[in-house]
T-cell receptor
Framework: DAGVIQSPRHEVTEMGQEVTLRCKPISGHNSLFWYRQTMMRGLELLIYFNNNVPIDDSGMPEDRFSAKMPNASFSTLKIQPSEPRDSAVYFC????????????FGPGTRLTVT | DQQVKQNSPSLSVQEGRISILNCDYT??????FLWYKKYPAEGPTFLISISSIKDKNEDGRFTVFLNKSAKHLSLHIVPSQPGDSAVYFCAASAVSGAGSYQLTFGKGTKLSVIP
């Protein structure tokens, strides 16, 4: 079985550009989570979806960040415009809510904004 | 305010000895606790978990202990092996209003097992 798939694995962009990160959750999972990892703050939950509906986006840093889940097999996290302080590793995770607390993580996207 | 704290950013242990990783939490609503292991350039992977109704859970070389009164949990690895060298994250969960299990993570402890 394929795990959580994220693309791209690495992204280098200039300040002010739009960045789109993509995630394909594990088939059958109905919860999807976006996290950001930095040295200073560790792993922070940005937003999570349940059955494709955003449930809690209180972790989204500001209006420059947006996330969508148009169907059960795809989600995007967009940053527009990007800033150097957005440089981090972004993880997507999925789970089957109601059955398990365990979340399965993708390999992450390392974003560098210059 | 950090609800899940791992106060030791790093730990070095000799191969074959016991590794003890600690985690403290502040939110009494947490009802399930997990440990994740992360290698460089990979996502975290689930290692072991414990429900708040238990005080110990064992899986092979890995044992997690929970002390609810102290709001403290620990992960014991015995015997430690070089392949255990990784960053270990403690996570805690409380069911959200929507029925999803949201995890709150500590900042991680980097374990180095020296051959």
């Amino acid at each position: 079985d394929a795990g959580v798939i994220q693309s791209p694995r690495h992204e280098v962009t200039e300040m002010g550009q739009e960045v789109t990160l993509r995630c394909k959750p594990i088939s059958g999972h109905n919860s999807l989570f976006w996290y950001r990892q930095t040295m200073m703050r560790g792993l922070e939950l940005l937003i999570y979806f349940n059955n494709n509906v955003p449930i809690d986006d209180s972790g989204m840093p500001e209006d420059r960040f947006s996330a969508k889940m148009p169907n059960a097999s795809f989600s995007t996290l967009k940053i527009q415009p990007s800033e150097p302080r957005d440089s981090a590793v972004y993880f997507c995770a999925s789970s089957f809510s109601g059955a398990s607390y365990e979340q399965y993580f993708g390999p992450g996207t390392r974003l560098t904004v210059t | 305010d950090q609800q899940v704290k791992q106060n030791s950013p790093s730990l070095s242990v000799q191969e074959g000895r016991i590794s003890i990783l600690n985690c403290d939490y502040t939110n009494s609503m947490f009802d399930y606790f997990l440990w994740y292991k992360k290698y460089p350039a990979e996502g975290p992977t689930f290692l072991i978990s414990i429900s708040s109704i238990k005080d110990k859970n064992e899986d092979g070389r890995f044992t997690v202990f929970l002390n609810k009164s102290a709001k403290h949990l620990s992960l014991h690895i015995v015997p430690s092996q070089p392949g255990d060298s990784a960053v270990y994250f403690c996570a805690a969960s409380a069911v959200s209003g929507a029925g999803s299990y949201q995890l709150t993570f500590g900042k991680g402890t980097k374990l180095s097992v020296i051959p």
